[in-house]
C-alpha cells in the first residue's frame, strides 16, 4: 500500500541554522506530495506541494523537491526561525479522490 | 472567506457514552473528510464525504460513523466510546488538490 515515511523528530536548530527534514515515499504510479505544518494547539495548514515529478513546491522560505528516482521530497528551509517552531507532515495522495496519507510528522525546535 | 470549523473544540466524555462532531466545510467546497489523530499513530484516515455520499473510508470499526447535509457540513458520530477514542479528531474540506484543515477538536475519554 501507499506510505510515507519522516525522519524521526524531535530536531532542535538554532535560528538562522539550515534546515531539512527527509520524506519518501512508497506508491503506485504519479502521486501527488505534500508538506503540511502544524502549530500548537492548530489544525494542519498546508505549507507547499508538488503534483509531477521534479516539480519544486515553495513557499515561505520552504522548498521541497520532487524526486520520483529517489521516491523523495526532502523539506529544506535556509535559514529558519523560532516562529518556525511547529510539527511538519510529509503526505501523499495516490491519485483522484483517494485520502490522503500522512507520515508521523518530525517536530521542530528553533532556539534563539 | 471563512476556514474551515470545528464545534466544538474540546470535550470530555466516560465511556460508553456517545458523541457527535461538527464540521463546516469552506463554502463552496463540497468534500469533507475526517482524521483522527494520536501521538502513538499519527493522522489516521477516518471518511470522506462528497454531496452527501461517503466516498473513501478508512479501516475504522463501525462505531465510527459520518454524515454530510445537503450544505456540506458534515457531522461525525463515535458510539460507545472507549479510553483509546481520545484523540484530536480533524476535519478537512477539499478543493481540487489541496485539503484545508480546521483546528481539530480534542476528546478526553476518561
Known amino acids: 500500500g501507499n506510505s510515507v515515511t519522516q525522519m524521526e523528530g524531535p530536531v532542535t536548530l538554532s535560528e538562522e541554522a539550515f534546515l531539512t527534514i527527509n520524506c519518501t515515499y512508497t506508491a503506485t504510479g504519479y502521486p501527488s506530495l505534500f508538506w503540511y505544518v502544524q502549530y500548537p494547539g492548530e489544525g494542519l495548514q498546508l505549507l507547499l506541494k508538488?503534483?509531477?515529478?521534479?516539480d519544486k513546491g515553495s513557499n515561505k522560505g520552504f522548498e521541497a523537491t520532487y524526486r520520483k528516482e529517489t521516491t523523495s521530497f526532502h523539506l529544506e528551509k535556509g535559514s529558519v526561525q523560532v516562529s518556525d517552531s511547529a510539527v511538519y507532515f510529509c503526505?501523499?495522495?495516490?491519485?483522484?479522490?483517494?485520502?490522503?496519507?500522512f507520515g508521523k510528522g518530525t517536530r521542530l525546535s528553533v532556539i534563539a | 472567506k471563512a476556514g474551515v470549523t470545528q464545534t466544538p473544540r474540546y470535550l470530555i466524555k466516560t465511556r460508553g457514552q456517545q458523541v457527535t462532531l461538527s464540521c463546516s466545510p469552506i463554502?463552496?467546497?463540497?468534500?469533507v473528510s475526517w482524521y483522527q489523530q494520536t501521538p502513538g499513530q499519527g493522522l489516521q484516515f477516518l471518511f470522506e464525504y462528497f454531496s452527501e455520499t461517503q466516498r473513501n473510508k478508512g479501516n475504522f470499526p463501525g462505531r465510527f460513523s459520518g454524515r454530510q447535509f445537503s450544505n456540506s457540513r458534515s457531522e461525525m458520530n463515535v458510539s460507545t466510546l472507549e479510553l483509546g477514542d481520545s484523540a484530536l479528531y480533524l476535519c478537512?474540506?477539499?478543493?481540487?488538490?489541496?485539503?484545508?484543515f480546521g483546528p481539530g477538536t480534542r476528546l478526553l475519554v476518561l
Open positions: 503526505a501523499l495522495r495516490s491519485s483522484g479522490n483517494t485520502p490522503l496519507v
Open positions: 478537512a474540506s477539499r478543493r481540487q488538490e489541496t485539503q484545508y
Open positions: 508538488a503534483t509531477k515529478a521534479d
Open positions: 463554502s463552496g467546497h463540497r468534500s
